[in-house]
T-cell receptor
Framework: QQQVKQSPQSLIVQKGGISIINCAYE??????FPWYQQFPGKGPALLIA?????SEKKEGRFTISFNKSAKQFSLHIMDSQPGDSATYFC??????????????FGKGTKLSVIP | KAGVTQTPRYLIKTRGQQVTLSCSPI?????VSWYQQTPGQGLQFLFE???????NKGNFPGRFSGRQFSNSRSEMNVSTLELGDSALYLC???????????????FGQGTRLTVV
């Protein structure tokens, strides 16, 4: 119930291309869906996030598409650049009671953008 | 303002030993969460502390424990270390308030623990 399934595990994209990472979930109690970017040796950093009452959110070259009925959401990186090469994690937030929230993460996608 | 600081960055311990990891959250943040990151399991939630109280706990054995101090700094302890405890341990801080917007979590760089 708490799983978030992420695909693909790895992705190689040409510079200037579109990178697409997909996530699916089962738990309808999830209420917030962030994407994190992690570079080697660093902790994950919040990239962009969406709430389930919105179908799309765009920030610069990064767009989240959200399909509530299908319980799926995806990250699109337009005009991918070598500097975007990193591991991307989707996550879903659930309320655990007593004011506490918990993030459930996908397993991650290693993106390599080749020149 | 300063980010989340985790110390030490790297640690090598022997099976059976215990270890204590430290996390200093962003100033003003009262919630500290701990995550274990491994290549096989990804990021898994360990526990969350808010105002010195553990509010939430993930599915980890009792060998994993933590605490939070009055200045919101947190420590995580792992006793009787096993080889499988080798991982990157990440701490994340947030305001911890139930806001109508995001409860953005800011991660530290992590402590890389190797158990030999």
């Amino acid at each position: 119930q708490q799983q978030v399934k992420q695909s693909p595990q790895s992705l190689i994209v040409q510079k200037g291309g579109i990178s697409i990472i997909n996530c699916a979930y089962e738990n309808t109690a999830f209420d917030y869906f962030p994407w994190y970017q992690q570079f080697p040796g660093k902790g994950p950093a919040l990239l962009i996030a969406i709430r389930p009452d919105v179908s799309e959110k765009k920030e610069g070259r990064f767009t989240i598409s959200f399909n509530k009925s299908a319980k799926q959401f995806s990250l699109h990186i337009m005009d991918s650049q070598p500097g975007d090469s990193a591991t991307y994690f989707c996550a879903a937030r659930s309320y655990s009671g007593a004011g506490s929230y918990q993030l459930t993460f996908g397993k991650g996608t290693k993106l390599s953008v080749i020149p | 303002k300063a980010g989340v600081t985790q110390t030490p960055r790297y640690l090598i311990k022997t099976r059976g030993q215990q270890v204590t990891l430290s996390c200093s959250p962003i100033s003003g943040h009262r919630s500290v969460s701990w995550y274990q990151q491994t290549p096989g399991q990804g990021l898994q939630f360990l526990f969350e502390y808010f105002s010195e109280t553990q509010r939430n706990k993930g599915n980890f054995p009792g060998r994993f424990s933590g605490r939070q101090f009055s200045n919101s700094r947190s420590e995580m302890n792992v006793s009787t270390l096993e080889l499988g405890d080798s991982a990157l341990y990440l701490c994340a801080s947030s305001l911890g308030a139930r806001l109508t917007g995001s409860t953005e979590a800011f991660f530290g760089q992590g402590t890389r623990l190797t158990v030999v």
